[in-house]
């Protein structure tokens, strides 16, 4: 016990020892860290997640800057690749570390003015629009950690003596383990099998960390950018501990060789016969059972890193086998005692043990956390979240609805958004309806409008909607772009697919899913259509969201929520312009009437009939300010603001005889139309 209990001791100073140095080399040093840092420039996704940062920002400086996200994403993503941006980020963080660790001006603020004033003026070279709304200031301050106070008081590492002291009594205890063994080849074989588990410990904690920070990027370039941060700062530690694994098994190979004969074959078979062997005991079976279930939960949350874990395992394992069957073969047979047997054996149970450990903790650590999967989550009872509004019919229902749902600035690339959140996030945060744009577009790059194919010319109805202006910049856009051979598709865009497209069919399965996730939700979508009826009614197949659509009566009797729930065809869809092409597509200005929507001002936001006749028994309340092509968040946030949009949509009720049925805005996050919504629902 004492051979095993100083073999441990010494695994745990080797640990610590190893953290302490490439802490003290690589993290603590200033210079080496702001290396590694600027380093994962090199990576595409990081250049692009740099290009986001800034832009949101930008946005939280000056909200309208969202109308030019993308443009200013990509210049920025491109400056990050020059020698000149890096020079002015590595001093920025050389700064920001000697604050963060206590080795600056108690005063320090981050700066990184030179950069800024790159990506002004490469900005207004590209979008002298975009440049001029980039705040007075900002460039001469674009990362500051003045707010957070004194550097001193932030992080304070002091490693002291423990890379110099933690080696030597990791090598000293592992040592004295190996004399204290009966038997030193036993020992041998357990000190180099623990300082193998050891650099497996570190090596899983690395894909460990790796999977948690990915897990937890808030989307698909945000987890690529954390990946090639992880892997600079910590990659060389990983590689490390790689060594360590495989060196520590060959030793213990070599070491075994000497105490038997390698019998890889055999050691094979006695491990599927443990695997398969019950335990005698019921608390035994209760805890083998528990193992096993953990691992499966494991492996089917986190299946890539149970690969990793797998194979690392087994390399150990070959190395081990390999080192033990060479040796054998050179130094020839050993006379093998029982006695040794058994402390070989003991020494390889420990590890053994160890190994389940960790492993254990892993699975409990990765399940804990949790799947973002999100099944389940819809499960509470109610109607669109809430049981007063089961028992009413459709026109008795306040739908919280977005205006250009598709129009969202983090979809990559768009340009001239409506909102910031993509339509799932809009979905999940509580928004039940949807008004969407369908073109032909054709596939590439960026996608190029077919404005030669469907049932609707756009030249007259881009120039009178979007502008004049906004038409001939898409068209100077278009030119730019070498039109794509094959058929177009349906996309969701908004004038112009080259500002920015999304998948239909794509977008559709994720309300699909939404739906999936929560069984009690009813949606309504009005598409303003350039596609036909019969490519609109496909797009739905093809996405499985058509199974959930309503083809009853609309009128003069219409269904409960809860009748809709039931039946689960819980998504009203209608068409603006032609209808068709299966029975659930209907013309949305047969059943709504509307307000008004080309409004320039608050103050113009009357209740004024627009389409669709009096009688119908749907009501739409369009609640936006038109500046065509850029929306603007801060006129959001006036009219979207609880007591103007709550007096507009009281004031338009009464005046028009009808519940609002769906009160459409830009840009949801500003204001309070949720709050709105239950408010006038009267629910909680």
Not at 418 to 443: C, E, K, N, W
Not at 650 to 661: D, I, V, W
Request: charged share 20%; proline share 5%.
């Amino acid at each position: 016990m004492a051979a095993i209990a100083l073999i441990s001791i010494g695994c745990l100073f080797l640990l610590i020892g190893e953290l302490a140095i490439y802490t003290e080399r690589n993290l603590v040093d200033a210079d080496r860290f702001a290396d590694r840092a600027v380093g994962t420039l090199d990576d595409d996704a990081t250049r692009d997640e740099v290009g986001v940062l800034v832009a949101e920002q930008l946005e939280r400086a000056n909200p309208d800057v969202v109308a030019f996200r993308a443009v200013i994403e990509a210049v920025v993503s491109g400056l990050a690749g020059t020698e000149p941006f890096q020079a002015a980020l590595r001093t920025g963080i050389v700064e920001a570390h000697k604050a963060a660790f206590g080795k600056g001006e108690d005063s320090a603020a981050v700066t990184v003015a030179n950069f800024g004033v790159l990506a002004e003026e490469a900005l207004r070279a590209v979008s002298p629009e975009a440049a001029k709304a980039i705040p007075d200031g900002f460039r001469a301050e674009l990362i500051s950690f003045s707010e957070i106070g004194a550097g001193t008081d932030l992080i304070q590492i002091e490693l002291g003596s423990i890379p110099i002291m933690a080696p030597i009594l990791a090598l000293l205890c592992l040592s004295l383990g190996v004399f204290a063994a009966g038997d030193r080849r036993a020992g041998l074989t357990g000190a180099a099998l623990g300082v193998a588990a050891t650099g497996a410990l570190m090596v899983v904690g690395y894909a460990v960390g790796e999977a948690l920070l990915a897990h937890a990027a808030s989307d698909a370039g945000a987890e690529a950018a954390s990946r090639s941060l992880w892997s600079a700062l910590l990659a060389d530690l990983r590689d490390w501990n790689l060594a360590l694994c495989f060196a520590g098994a060959v030793i213990a190979g070599a070491s075994t060789s000497l105490l038997r004969p390698a019998d890889a074959a055999g050691g094979l078979r006695r491990l599927r016969a443990a695997f398969e062997r019950s335990p005698r005991t019921a608390t035994g079976r209760v805890l083998r059972a528990l193992g096993l279930l953990a691992a499966g939960i494991f492996v089917f949350v986190s299946p890539d890193l149970a690969v990793r874990i797998v194979a690392l395992a087994a390399g150990l394992a070959l190395a081990f086998v390999g080192a033990s069957e060479l040796l054998d073969m050179v130094a020839g047979p050993i006379e093998r005692r029982a006695e040794t047997r058994e402390r070989s054996a003991q020494a390889l149970r420990w590890v053994l043990l160890g190994a389940v450990g960790v492993a254990t903790a892993v699975a409990v650590l990765v399940v804990a956390r949790g799947d973002d999967t999100g099944i389940g989550e819809g499960a509470a009872s109610g109607c669109n979240g809430s049981e007063e509004l089961c028992d009413r019919t459709l026109d008795e229902v306040v739908f919280p609805a977005t205006h250009n749902s598709m129009a969202a600035a983090d979809y990559p690339g768009l340009l001239f958004p409506m909102h910031d959140q993509t339509i799932p996030s809009q979905l999940d945060d509580g928004v039940r309806g949807l008004l969407i744009d369908a073109y032909y577009g054709f596939p590439g790059r960026r996608v190029y409008t077919d404005f030669a194919r469907g049932p609707n010319k756009l030249s007259e109805q881009t120039d009178d909607e979007l502008g004049r202006q906004f038409t001939a910049a898409a068209d100077r856009l278009r030119m730019g772009i070498a039109r794509p051979e094959g058929k177009s598709k349906p996309y969701l865009c908004h004038g112009f697919c080259e500002l920015g497209a999304i998948d239909m069919v794509d977008t559709l399965r994720e309300i699909d899913v939404f739906l999936d996730q929560h069984p009690n939700e009813v949606l309504v979508i009005v598409i303003e259509d350039y596609v036909t009826p019969a490519d609109v009614v496909k797009a739905f197949e093809d996405s499985g969201l058509a199974d959930r659509t309503y083809d009853g009566p609309l009128g003069p009797e219409l269904p409960t929520l809860q009748e809709l729930i039931d039946a689960d065809r819980r998504v009203i869809v209608l068409a603006e312009n032609r209808a068709g092409g299966a029975p659930w597509y209907r013309l949305a200005y047969d059943f709504f009437q509307e307000t008004g929507y080309d409004f320039k001002a608050p103050s113009e936001m009357d209740c004024a009939p627009n389409r669709g006749v009096g009688d119908n028994p749907l009501f739409l309340i369009n609640n936006w300010i038109n500046t065509d092509p850029a929306a603007k968040p801060s006129n959001a946030a006036k009219v979207n603001a609880h007591d103007f949009l709550l007096d507009r949509a009281q004031r338009c009720a009464s005046k028009r005889g009808l519940t609002p049925h769906l009160i459409a805005v830009d840009f949801y996050g500003e204001g309070d139309l949720l709050a709105v919504a239950d408010e006038l629902n009267g629910v909680p």
